[in-house]
């Protein structure tokens, strides 16, 4: 972490208690008509409270509890996924091989910096994989339909997700500030643009652009933060690689995708039936209500930002995996 890093981590501790004083006076003077939205203001001040200090601390300790994290987050957001969609018993071998070996083994060649077998091993390997050992089963019921379900959770919350750890060792041109403040200018930028929209929608919002699948979503909302964010990542750019006018380039795409993101996970959550992914956090849902947005804005970011401002990434194998392999 860079100096400048640190005050934007100060930055948003002042936020959160800034959140916290204002929950905990709204909560003394709020009548018994506001008590449920105050009541959902606090729980999720205290939500974000934990997942910062997660954040936070695995920022510091640097790329193996960034990869050992986000695996985590992906395993219990495809677990949110599956338990959504219909599966049968026939599916529980797939379902083993997607939790248990394909997902650690993506987060394990993003560990070892294996980037060019990273970027191909689910949308490939195991985008052919899953069908095959599912077609072994001898069930054709709904295969299409259950095969195609399976393969978008492991695109979505394994494969899109495991690219914000990518973003720790990715080279930078010219850059010896460290990853961590890119991992979070995209994390801070997508999650910033949801509150402000959020916040802005209450105050301005009247025209719904999405009303059947994100009731909360519109147009003077979604103006509004996008335009609050890219204020927001154009003084982070302090601690990036990135020029101002790079960095607000980067927070649109960022929050376009985002937004995208929202309505296409909201699309699916409608199909299914629900509200929220899960309930595992306190006023926010489930894992996958918190990172839709990230789904869709992490592998963009990843690739604009190693495109335009990298050194070049290495597809081949480390050094040690040669050896292995006696070449």
Same mark, same amino acid.
């Given at each position: 972490m860079n100096r400048e890093m640190i005050w934007m981590m100060v930055a948003v501790l002042a936020l959160?208690? *800034?959140?916290?004083?204002a929950g905990f006076i709204m909560s003394r003077r709020a009548g018994p008509g506001a008590r449920p939205v105050v009541a959902n203001f606090n729980a999720r001040t205290r939500s974000w409270w934990l997942m910062v200090a997660i954040f936070g601390v695995t920022l510091y300790f640097g790329h193996w509890t960034t990869v050992v994290l986000f695996c985590m987050i992906s395993f219990l957001a495809l677990r949110e996924f599956i338990t959504l969609n219909e599966t049968g018993p026939c599916d529980h071998p797939v379902l083993f091989w997607c939790f248990f070996i394909i997902l650690p083994l993506q987060y394990f060649l993003v560990g070892i910096h294996w980037y060019g077998l990273a970027s191909i091993f689910i949308p490939v390997y195991a985008f052919i994989f899953i069908p095959v050992l599912r077609v072994l089963g001898g069930q054709t019921r709904d295969f299409l339909a259950t095969t195609a379900k399976i393969q978008w959770g492991m695109l979505t919350c394994v494969y899109f997700i495991s690219h914000m750890?990518?973003?720790? *060792?990715?080279?930078? =041109?010219?850059w010896d500030g460290g990853n961590a403040p890119l991992l979070f200018f995209l994390v801070a930028t997508a999650q910033a643009s949801d509150v402000f929209q959020y916040c802005w929608g209450k105050m301005i919002g009247k025209r719904k652009i999405a009303p059947t699948l994100s009731p909360n979503k519109t147009l003077g909302g979604t103006v509004g933060g996008i335009a609050t964010t890219l204020v927001l990542a154009t003084g982070m750019s302090l601690a990036t690689p990135f020029n101002p006018w790079q960095a607000a380039l980067m927070a649109l795409v960022i929050c376009a995708a985002g937004f995208f993101g929202g309505l296409v996970m909201s699309a699916i959550k409608r199909d299914l039936g629900a509200k929220d992914w899960g309930s595992s956090i306190r006023?926010?849902?489930?894992?996958?209500? =918190?990172?839709?947005?990230?789904? /869709?804005?992490?592998?963009? /970011? /990843?690739?604009l930002t190693g495109f335009y401002f990298g050194s070049g990434v290495d597809p081949t194998p480390?050094?040690?995996i040669h050896t292995i392999l006696g070449r």
């Amino acid at each position: 972490m860079n100096r400048e890093m640190i005050w934007m981590m100060v930055a948003v501790l002042a936020l959160l208690v *800034t959140a916290s004083v204002a929950g905990f006076i709204m909560s003394r003077r709020a009548g018994p008509g506001a008590r449920p939205v105050v009541a959902n203001f606090n729980a999720r001040t205290r939500s974000w409270w934990l997942m910062v200090a997660i954040f936070g601390v695995t920022l510091y300790f640097g790329h193996w509890t960034t990869v050992v994290l986000f695996c985590m987050i992906s395993f219990l957001a495809l677990r949110e996924f599956i338990t959504l969609n219909e599966t049968g018993p026939c599916d529980h071998p797939v379902l083993f091989w997607c939790f248990f070996i394909i997902l650690p083994l993506q987060y394990f060649l993003v560990g070892i910096h294996w980037y060019g077998l990273a970027s191909i091993f689910i949308p490939v390997y195991a985008f052919i994989f899953i069908p095959v050992l599912r077609v072994l089963g001898g069930q054709t019921r709904d295969f299409l339909a259950t095969t195609a379900k399976i393969q978008w959770g492991m695109l979505t919350c394994v494969y899109f997700i495991s690219h914000m750890p990518m973003i720790m *060792t990715l080279p930078i =041109r010219d850059w010896d500030g460290g990853n961590a403040p890119l991992l979070f200018f995209l994390v801070a930028t997508a999650q910033a643009s949801d509150v402000f929209q959020y916040c802005w929608g209450k105050m301005i919002g009247k025209r719904k652009i999405a009303p059947t699948l994100s009731p909360n979503k519109t147009l003077g909302g979604t103006v509004g933060g996008i335009a609050t964010t890219l204020v927001l990542a154009t003084g982070m750019s302090l601690a990036t690689p990135f020029n101002p006018w790079q960095a607000a380039l980067m927070a649109l795409v960022i929050c376009a995708a985002g937004f995208f993101g929202g309505l296409v996970m909201s699309a699916i959550k409608r199909d299914l039936g629900a509200k929220d992914w899960g309930s595992s956090i306190r006023g926010h849902g489930g894992v996958m209500d =918190r990172i839709d947005s990230l789904c /869709f804005a992490a592998p963009l /970011f /990843f690739h604009l930002t190693g495109f335009y401002f990298g050194s070049g990434v290495d597809p081949t194998p480390p050094d040690w995996i040669h050896t292995i392999l006696g070449r």
